[in-house]
């Protein structure tokens, strides 16, 4: 029976014990609020979650890692502590219907994912529902997965893309659907990949990473392209509502000084520059490597760090 850990708000307390599975609770958030307790459909995120896996595979012992609060969202320093968990307890397959589009939490993330592929575990994640660039569903060696949004596939099947600036692994495209409805939601589509990953390590325990591809590019559907791409911004024609400045003709130290100044009067402010020498500040090529437009970068920076200021640098013509 394989090990499963599912990285999620939590399975409510009641239907962990109406479950066939072994279930184990593990919640790595300071407040403990069983999911029963949130008031909207995010109650049931998780639960939702292993249903899918388990209507694939049933035969899963699942370690139900709680990480998101009521709204659904976490800190990143609170997931980094539940992969600690899984490497420290070899945990085989994780699962995790969750990811981030902060920039600044993609190295501190690698670190922890890379110590788990090094161990052999094989991780399934979700991109954000506007399909844009997310990890860990977007580094090596994980199997990042959307929802066909287009019809192409029956409930259960998938297909790879191939997507320039992403491996093979990075760009499955998987249908789930209820009762002949499709949901539109990546994190629906992850637990169909999930459990068919758990179907194989059940017959083949021991098996790697290229064992596990190997497999899924046996079942998959061989199609003519996804319509669709990962985008590196999200495309929408909304003014955001915060200032931005522009720096223009300001160097480098001067753009952190304003920061800094920002930030000791109470604003979170974000700096976006061309080439910079410091790790706390956004390089602007990380979204702008295919010409994307200026104000679909602004958008998306507010819609991911949600700050009280933008700060561009214009050195340089964008």
């Known amino acids: 029976m394989i090990k499963l850990a599912l990285i999620d708000n939590g399975i409510p307390y009641h239907m962990r014990n109406n479950r066939s599975q072994r279930i184990v609770h593990k919640s790595f958030l300071a407040s403990k609020c069983d999911p029963s307790e949130y008031k909207d459909d995010k109650s049931f995120h998780g639960a939702v979650c292993v249903g899918i896996i388990t209507s694939i595979c049933s035969d899963i012992e699942l370690w139900d890692l709680n990480v998101t609060d009521s709204a659904g969202t976490t800190q990143i320093t609170v997931l980094l502590e539940a992969l600690e968990w899984c490497i420290q307890n070899k945990i085989k397959l994780i699962h995790m219907s969750l990811g981030t589009i902060n920039y600044f939490d993609i190295k501190p993330l690698w670190i922890q994912i890379k110590r788990l592929l090094d161990a052999d575990a094989i991780i399934v994640a979700a991109y954000h529902n506007r399909n844009i660039k997310t990890y860990p569903a977007a580094y090596p060696g994980v199997f990042g997965v959307r929802q066909d949004r287009y019809g192409l596939l029956g409930n259960g099947q998938i297909l790879f893309q191939e997507q320039k600036g992403y491996n093979i692994e990075n760009s499955i495209i998987a249908n789930f659907s209820w ?20 179907t194989y390590l059940n017959r083949k325990p021991t098996a790697g990473f290229d064992d596990v591809m190997d497999f899924l590019m046996t079942i998959a559907t061989h199609k003519s392209d996804y319509p669709d791409i990962l985008e590196n911004v999200i495309r929408d024609k909304t003014n955001i509502e915060i200032p931005v400045i522009a720096g223009i003709d300001l160097d480098y130290e001067e753009m952190i000084q304003l920061k800094v100044m920002f ?26 490597d295919s010409n994307e437009s200026l104000n679909d970068i602004l958008y998306t920076v507010y819609i991911a760090y949600e700050p009280d200021i933008i700060l561009l640098n214009q050195e340089e013509e964008i």
Do not use: F, R
Not at 272 to 286: A, F, G, R, S, T
């Open 179 to 198: 009762n002949g409805i499709v949901n539109q939601a990546n994190s629906y589509a992850a637990p169909v990949v999930t459990g068919h990953i758990a």
């Open 263 to 288: 930030s000791q009067n109470g604003y979170y402010a974000i700096n976006l520059q061309k080439n910079p020498l410091d790790e706390n500040v956004i390089p602007l090529e990380y979204y702008d």
